[in-house]
């Protein structure tokens, strides 16, 4: 599966933007997605995922209350409504992919996902 992100931009602080993943193929429903993103001189770190039904999501806690997660079959994208924006959500975030099932251990590794799309850039001034 190919990925392609988004939706990121340059905002102030408290405001909002919604990140989109469009996926290639039609086995986008098999795959458990997740958003990452990585500040500059850091390591990339989870943000948040959900699984192929969206029957389950998850945050990372630094990010819970303020960003939902969700997922549209019919157009093979995941979205990251992201809210109430704060300038330490400034890094490029990326959507990953992974085909086998998540769970609260496995989301927040790097290595559980087999496809990354090639980053976005999100930039939160004070």
């Known amino acids: 599966v190919q990925l392609q992100a988004s939706g990121g931009g340059s905002v102030q602080a408290g405001g909002s933007l919604r990140l989109s993943c469009a996926a290639s193929?039609?086995?986008?429903?098999?795959?458990?997605m997740s958003w990452f993103r990585q500040a500059p001189g850091k390591e990339r770190e989870f943000v948040s995922a959900?699984?192929?039904?969206?029957?389950?999501?998850y945050y990372a806690d630094s990010v819970k209350g303020r960003f939902t997660i969700s997922r549209d079959s019919t157009k093979n994208t995941m979205y990251l409504q992201m809210n109430s924006l704060k300038p330490e959500d400034t890094a490029v975030y990326y959507c990953g992919a992974a085909r086998w099932a998540i769970n609260s251990i496995s989301v927040v590794d790097t290595d559980t996902y087999e496809y990354w799309g090639q980053g976005t850039q999100v930039t939160v001034s004070s």
């Open positions: 193929g039609r086995t986008f429903s098999m795959y458990a």
């Open positions: 959900i699984t192929t039904t969206a029957g389950s999501t």
